[in-house]
């Protein structure tokens, strides 16, 4: 008998409930487990990297932004890998994020193939 392969977990932390529903949903299909977030602060709120593999974080967000809360990460010590994703792509946003020091950076719409790579790579 072999020992089973524990989930990885994903954080989604995006405002748009609809992106949280079907993100939530595509990833348990391709065995993920996740939790769902709609604001940085909700986030940073619960403490909830215990636990976490990794996370998937909205770049536009009310309030605190994806990179303000990746920076926040950051300087607390954290090395939770996190992967932005964004509808609205621009390059000043895009070096922003990769010099956060973000696992990958995904623009909506992505394939799902995309997704599920980036995470794979961010986890191990």
Known sequence: MSARKPQRVVAIVDDDP???VSLSNLL???GFTTTVFSSAED????GASAGTDCMLVDIHLGGISGIELQRRLRASGSTLPVIFMTKHYDKATQ???LETGCASFLCK???TTELIEAIKSATG
Request: proline share 6%; aromatic share 12%.
């Open 18 to 20: 609809g992106m949280q």
């Open 43 to 46: 986030w940073l709120d619960h």
């Open 109 to 111: 719409p992505f394939r």
């Open 28 to 30: 348990g299909a391709h």
């Open 95 to 97: 070096t922003q994020a």
